[in-house]
């Protein structure tokens, strides 16, 4: 298992081509870990979490 790799969400947009809104949903419906907030109050999500729940969508 690797180690998270904690962004904000937008991050985690950026890397995966997820909508944040998704990421958001998923976060909402305990599909995704939340790691607390950033200093701006985003919510915080492991990359190798978010990527993993999208590549298991896509199959």
Do not use: C, F
Not at 21 to 26: D, H, Q, S
């Amino acid at each position: 298992m690797t180690s998270p790799t904690i962004v904000d969400i937008y991050a985690a947009s950026a890397a995966t081509g997820i909508r944040a809104g998704t990421i958001r949903v998923w976060l909402h419906r305990g599909k995704l870990t939340r790691y607390g907030h950033d200093h701006s109050g985003r919510d915080r999500v492991d990359l190798n979490e978010v990527q993993a729940l999208a590549a298991a969508k896509a199959a």
